[in-house]
């Protein structure tokens, strides 16, 4: 949606942006040219192209205007086609003011103390909450996030050199430095510029680059790690951004978010694309379903009368560093092929739950049913599954299960798909609430979320006795639903709280988890904080 900035600021510390059109985000591309020229008239606000061809259409744009400052930053990503941008109505200003945000200016300070230059532009990609579809996406199915305030961002100057240096406001990650042409990711140590090399990798293979011009890149971050807010994948999304940035090439939302999907996987994490579709996806003020094959996202509009509030156990866990989160995918993926195998199908060629149901033509209520008739709720040896599909041990270890996962002794296939196929339905039920809107829909809401949390902890055991402390907590000072989010194993929960019950819930939350244990040592606004809808991922210039 082509936007212009309003001098005034947002609680994230960011220009409040002030829209003119929307259009569809599969139609929008990123790209770094800057060969445009915005013209202010006392009638409108016009944006052409420096060149006679036609007119193009925009996404997001700050951009360089030296009559105003002589030292700003400016919004741009994404050209298309071209059109112009519609008048300005009488509460959108015809030429505002633009001043450079305080976080952007406290980065370009460090850069240049720590590079001696100054950054040429800056890319931010937000974390997201996943309001309910817990480990479901790498099946296939919908999910529904949003975007969070909290975000990743990275000063870039690209150098006339092929050295790619990185450096981290946080002194406990140290710096690193690399050829951009042998570019080399240890699976083994989850080191934090390693995810930036996984999106720097991603765009680099898609556009079979051989001969990339270095950087200096300097990553600053608020979103708390290891929380299940995707602070890893924020950092993929943002150096996919960046690279592509560099390289001036053009490549769609959607593209951007499957390519940075697939090179997270550099890291030996088998996740799905949820998090990297919101950072790219999102807009401000409305959740996403994300729903995939083909990658899309609708609006859901969430109920007016409630708050989401998110809630950190301050248990830390790196999915890239255990095995946890992979053997729930090989188990999902073994589901699959069981499931398939009873009924006939060709389960060689399937990965996901989701195709099983696709290829029976069946509903998630049906499948629950199948599932029942069956897997067994015993755990599965290696060799009875290897049994049951016709297979070696060998065949399975090399050609099903991952690397991390070839020597696990059980599988739980029954609890797995179980907790997939109830949650895929609940992800729907949700959205169809919240598009009925009844009287009691943050009720309705908030059973689902517990319905929700429930499963992850019984049937999927992606649950810590510190999260199931916290919901209980969270639902007993007047959270109508309350859940674990993200990966689960620590991280954090996300509650359904009514409006006018905010002030009293995060005071009763704070001191009953917090207060009464070293919790408290942690910052209050990375512990406990209401969030809403945020925008998604952004290009800043420096002009």
Same mark, same amino acid.
């Given at each position: ?38 013209? *202010? ?31 700003? *930053? ?88 092929? =050295? ?47 001969? $990339? ?9 608020? &979103? ?10 924020? $950092?993929?999304?943002?150096?996919? #951004?960046?690279?592509?940035?560099? #390289? ?32 790219? @996806? ?19 509009? $969430? ?23 992979? &053997? ?9 092929? @069981? ?29 629950? $049913? &199948? ?19 016709? &297979? ?78 916290? =919901? ?55 512990? #406990? ?10 290009? *800043?210039?420096?002009?």
């Amino acid at each position: 949606m082509p936007i212009l900035c309003d001098s005034r600021q947002n609680d994230s510390g960011y220009p409040k942006l002030v829209k003119y059109q929307s259009m569809e985000a599969s139609e929008v591309l990123f790209s770094c040219s800057t060969n445009y020229k915005l013209t *202010f008239t006392a009638r409108r606000t016009e944006l052409r192209k420096k060149s006679r061809k036609r007119n193009c259409r925009l996404d997001f744009f700050f951009f360089p205007f030296w009559q105003l400052l002589s030292n700003c *930053f400016f919004l741009f990503a994404c050209s298309c086609g071209m059109r112009n941008l519609s008048s300005p109505t009488r509460d959108q200003p015809m030429l505002p003011e633009l001043g450079m945000p305080g976080k952007l200016l406290k980065l370009k300070g460090m850069f240049n103390s720590k590079f001696g230059s100054v950054p040429k532009f800056y890319v931010r990609a937000p974390g997201r909450v996943n309001i309910i579809g817990e480990h479901i996406d790498y099946c296939g199915y919908s999910v529904l996030p949003m975007a969070v305030e909290q975000d990743m961002l990275i000063a870039v100057e690209p150098v006339k050199t092929h =050295v790619l240096q990185l450096a981290n406001t946080n002194p406990l990650y140290p710096d690193f430095s690399t050829s951009a042409n042998n570019i080399q990711i240890d699976k083994t140590k989850p080191l934090w510029h390693n995810y930036f090399l996984c999106g720097f990798k991603g765009i680099q293979e898609h556009f079979g680059l051989s001969d $990339l011009t270095g950087m200096n890149c300097l990553v600053d971050g608020n &979103i708390p790690p290891s929380s299940g807010l995707s602070s890893s994948s924020a $950092l993929v999304c943002c150096a996919g #951004l960046v690279t592509l940035t560099v #390289l001036g090439m053009n490549l769609s939302k959607v593209e951007l978010a499957e390519i940075c999907a697939k090179s997270e996987h550099y890291i030996g994490t088998e996740g799905g694309g949820m998090d990297q579709s919101i950072s790219f @996806l999102a807009e401000e003020g409305t959740a996403k379903l994300i729903e995939f094959s083909p990658l899309r996202a609708t609006d859901v509009k $969430l109920p007016s009368g409630a708050v989401f509030v998110i809630a950190n156990s301050c248990v830390e866990m790196n999915k890239a560093a255990t095995s946890h989160f992979n &053997i729930r995918v090989m188990e999902c993926r073994l589901a699959a092929k @069981l499931l398939a195998k009873h009924k006939c199908l060709p389960w060689e060629e399937v990965l996901r739950l989701e195709e099983v149901q696709a290829k029976l033509g069946v509903s998630l209520e049906e499948m629950l $049913l &199948i599932t029942e008739d069956t897997l067994h709720s015993e755990p599965y040896s290696p060799e009875e599954i290897c049994r049951c599909l016709g &297979i070696s041990l060998q065949e399975l270890k090399t050609q099903i299960l991952s690397p991390n996962t070839q020597e696990v002794l059980t599988f739980k296939l029954y609890q797995r798909a179980k907790h997939v196929y109830s949650e895929a339905a609940r992800v729907l039920q949700f959205k169809k609430i919240c598009e009925e809107a009844p009287d009691n829909t943050v009720q309705l809401l908030g059973e689902l979320m517990n319905q929700s949390h429930v499963s992850c902890r019984d049937m999927y055991e992606c649950s810590c006795p510190e999260l199931d402390q916290l =919901v209980d907590i969270c639902r007993k000072f007047g959270a109508q639903g309350s859940r674990l989010t993200g990966a689960g194993w620590g991280g954090c929960t996300v509650s359904i709280v009514p409006a006018d019950k905010l002030s009293s819930f995060l005071a009763n939350v704070h001191e009953a988890y917090y207060q009464r244990s070293n919790r408290s040592l942690v910052p209050e606004k990375q512990s #406990l904080f209401a969030t809403k809808p945020g925008g998604g991922a952004l290009v *800043f210039l420096e002009a």
